[in-house]
């Protein structure tokens, strides 16, 4: 499981990837936990980046730990299915376009950094 700054990150492309190689086409929405969609647009994306990724899915804040989904009835859950056991076509980076691009926070300056001297 994913724990850097950029986990819910993470968690995306990994639903998005195993979507496209179950289904060999592109999901159009994501079903996520409202505070995962919020570190996603507040925390680990620039508005503008951010901007680039609605233009190819559109975000849906359920009780979901990160569901891929179309309106033909696919659907790939990381939450229920973790990674994809290999790797698609073209993966959900290449597809999206971007990289987080948000600086990632110093742990040291909001206390959760080491404490040895």
């Known amino acids: 499981m994913p724990n850097g700054y950029d986990r819910n990150w993470v968690r995306l492309c990994a639903a998005i990837d195993g979507f496209r190689l179950r289904y060999k086409r592109w999901p159009t929405r ?6 995962t969609l919020r570190n ?4 680990v994306f620039t508005p503008e980046s951010f901007k680039e990724i609605e233009e190819h899915i559109q975000f849906v804040p359920d009780d979901a730990p990160v569901v891929a989904e179309d309106d033909l009835g696919g659907r790939y859950s990381y939450g229920d299915e973790g990674f994809p056991q290999a790797e698609p076509d073209i993966d959900a980076k290449t597809w999206l376009g971007v990289v987080p691009d948000r600086p990632a926070p110093d742990w040291d300056d909001i206390g959760g950094g080491s404490t040895n001297q």
Do not use: A, Q, T, V
């Open 30 to 35: 994501i079903r996520l936990f409202p505070g």
């Open 40 to 43: 996603l647009r507040e925390d």
